[in-house]
């Protein structure tokens, strides 16, 4: 009995492992999920704010060049 009771617990330890491996790589990918959708948002905020700027620009040289 002895010996099948260490059987049993190392096939649950190697069953909790493979849920260790399990666990940590669907954290890894949730983290890198996590951190291409806030670099692909920075990306465009940052694209939206490089527009906004050059209609801006072009709104104040339109207005120079009435004004001039």
Do not use: C
Not at 25 to 33: K, R
Not at 37 to 47: A, C, F
Request: proline residues 1%; without cysteine; aromatic residues 8%.
């Amino acid at each position: 009995p002895a010996f099948i009771n260490e059987k049993i617990l190392l096939e649950l330890s190697s069953l909790n492992n493979l849920e260790i491996i399990f666990h940590s790589l669907i954290q890894i990918i949730y983290t890198l999920l996590s951190v291409f959708t806030l670099v692909s948002r920075l990306i465009i905020i940052g694209r939206y704010n490089a527009r906004v700027d050059s209609q801006k620009s072009a709104e104040l040289e339109s207005a120079r060049r009435i004004l001039a």
